[in-house]
């Protein structure tokens, strides 16, 4: 269901959601990357949410022909406590529900990518200079 769906028809508001850098799995071509994305209520109550969707918070996104995997996924409450996968749970009043999904694996061999692919990663964010160094191999231009 799209964002503005979800914040015409109920009291939540999506106060993030964006890429997470670094979370595809390295590889020729790196795994996808995976999002972060924080929930509110607009109203000043509790509010339900059905964690039977979440995944991969303890296996990650295995890479195929030399890939890495992918970032686990992770689910907590905005001020800080842990929550599991494949339950219910309440988030209290003002504070926010934040998931971050999990990233893909990669495929193939992380230094046979080819470098103009690698520059506009880096130049797009979904790659950090620190993660193209340290998994494939290369320099930032």
Known sequence: MPVEVTETESPLIFRRKELLPDSGGAGKHHGGLAQVIEIGNTEDAPFTASAATWDRLKFPAQGRAGGKPGRLGSARLGSGAPL??????????????????????????????????????????????????KQYGREQD
């Open 84 to 133: 599991e996968g494949k339950v219910t749970h309440r988030i209290p009043a003002g504070d926010t529900l934040v998931i971050e999904l999990p990233g893909g694996g990669g495929y193939g061999d992380p230094h046979e990518g080819a470098e103009a692919a690698m520059q506009a990663d880096l130049g797009a964010g979904y790659v950090t200079p620190d993660t193209a160094r």
